[in-house]
């Protein structure tokens, strides 16, 4: 295709569009599909959102009728949806945008009902995994119109960002992209159950429970839990209200609250050892996906002591504080390699009441990897640094997870 767009008036356009989408459908290469330009009866709907998704095997779009205040989603088989759109053309829609692996393919009408096409280029956003094609043209994951925004106090009521949120709406977005990138290359799961510990208002649970079910298509079951019983009860209310289904908030922690099973596993700014728990809980589950954001570090550092050649640098109480901090998040993510998982470290947008920005963040292996030399790194690091117990080896080792 060329880089720049060209129209080309031809009476069959619309045959033409509906036959480029078909293609793409059925040749897998389908990133997104849009309908736009709402002229049907029901004044409330804006456009119709068409992604590709695999539901127990078989093929379907998933379709989500963006209204005003509230979204719905379809899915159907590819047939199905396909014969839908060609119904939807132009009657009730007047604009439509199709995104493939080789850029994107627009149809429009005319007042008159003239349809014309038109092609760009290569600008259309990539796949990440076999049923990708998530929103990236301005790296958003969510849309500010998302009724649960306007109900926590993000936007207000014509749906606009509430300019003292704008960083809370940065974290919400940045917190989904990375879960996405994690969902795209952890084993397959048909069944998603997410814990978010430490759940706080419920921003990013809300966030994550409206991304699975709308954006994806998913049947998960959301949990929140957190210790503050008027959360609790504001989250469920708000769940109650928005009509949320399979989303609730329960109060406890990380230690009160032991799911028997989950896929997703959430805790992001547990204290101390409470991320250690949170880890063992992940663990002990068998979590697809493990995302932590560790705050405060206070087990190891009494026990640290400063080997010989380090001593002139650890005698300042701050480096000794960080050191701390990097030898207790350096043993939590070798302990999950240990444990079967993939793990990345990296800098994250630190929460409303911490400064703390690192997160943890976990995948578990398609195939599992011995865990003998990896524990024996510990093994030294532990005793370089002259560290005698740490509460996420104590926890593993006592339900044998990893040797004792």
Known sequence: MSASPSASPAPDARAQFLDLLSAAVHGNTLVKLVLARHVGADQSLQRIIGKPLQVKGQANLSLVYRHQTRD?????????????????????????????????????????????LQRHGAQAPREVGANAGHDREKKRYLELSRPFLRDLGVTDAQGALIPSMSRKWKQINKFIEVFDHALANAPAQQALRVADFGSGKGYLTFAMHDYLRNTLGRDAQVTGVELRQDMVDLCNAAAARLQHPGLEFQCGDVRSVVPEAIEVMIALHACDIATDYAIHTGIRCNAAIIMCSPCCHKQIRPQLHSP??????????????????????????????????????????????????????????KQPVAPGALLEKIAQLKAFYGVQEHCLETLLRGDGLIPA
């Open 72 to 116: 719905i989603t379809r899915n159907l088989p590819v047939d199905q949806a396909l014969a839908l759109v060609a119904e939807l053309l132009p009657e009730s829609f007047r604009n439509a945008h199709l995104f493939d692996a080789d850029g994107e393919v627009q149809l429009t009408f005319s007042k008159k009902g003239k349809p014309m």
């Open 308 to 365: 010989g050649l380090l001593q002139p640098m650890l005698q300042y109480g701050l480096h000794l504080g960080q050191q701390a901090e990097m030898l207790t998040d350096s043993l939590r993510a070798l302990y999950l390699e240990a444990c079967g998982y993939e793990t990345k470290v990296f800098e994250f947008i630190s929460l409303e009441h911490t400064n703390k920005n690192k997160m943890i963040l976990a995948v578990k292996r």
